[in-house]
DNA sequence: GATCCTTTGAAGCCT
DNA sequence: AGGCTTCAAAGGATC
């Protein structure tokens, strides 16, 4: 039951990891992550999955601990995931590494429609914006939607090459709960005990 | 400084 | 399987 290379539809899509890596932190370096990895992908041909990275300029650290090349054992065992799946962030590595889920595909959408509510200049706060983003995307077609499902779904695909083993569950009940979920007296015991 | 708000979707956990 | 919870982004507001 791999994770690995499989898409949500089931497709079979793989290519080559290390090169997916290098133009990974070639976009990503020109935001606000060091710009030292340029020279990596300076001639390299951009994968067809590459545009969406420019929405994705979080899931890297500052300092990417991946850069060397992800062993096949080391794929193996993220694929058999035995429990044993090496975790993507805190004491593993040197510093507080931290691997952000993919982006969905309204995440995608809001990074990109974003700066239009903005430049009409009606709201500023990211809750008001968020609110008139969600009406937009539901008052979009379906077809309308798929640009953004497809790109989610690249997105998912391409994270999984760079993060082989990693799962939501690392990241999974690191934020304090809400406060309206701590008045309720009453929630699952597994939120108490992450940590 | 930390958390909330607010949205949808993906994925985790529990029953 | 189904339901609930958490996280993903964003940045002003609030604590």
Do not use: C
């Amino acid at each position: 039951m791999s994770r690995m290379n499989q898409n949500p539809a089931g497709e079979l899509q793989v290519f080559d990891r290390s090169s997916a890596q290098q133009q990974y932190l070639h976009l990503t370096s020109g935001g606000r992550n060091h710009t030292s990895h340029t020279q990596i992908a300076a001639n390299a041909s951009v994968h067809p999955l590459v545009p969406l990275l420019l929405y994705s300029d979080r899931h890297l650290p500052p300092s990417f601990p991946y850069s060397r090349p992800i062993g096949a054992s080391a794929a193996q065992q993220a694929d058999a995931h035995s429990g044993a799946h090496p975790r993507y962030h805190g004491n593993g590595f040197t510093g507080r590494q931290v691997v952000k889920k993919p982006l969905n595909a309204f995440m995608l959408f809001m990074k990109e429609m974003r700066h239009k509510v903005l430049e009409e200049g009606r709201e500023r706060e990211s809750a008001a914006i968020n609110r008139i983003l969600g009406r937009r995307w539901n008052a979009l077609s379906r077809s309308e939607q798929s640009k953004y499902y497809d790109l989610a779904q690249k997105e998912r695909l391409l994270h999984m090459q760079l993060y082989p083993g990693w799962s939501a569950r690392d990241n999974y009940g690191k934020r304090k709960r809400k406060k309206s979920q701590q008045t309720t007296g009453s929630f699952p015991s597994w939120t108490l005990s992450a940590g």
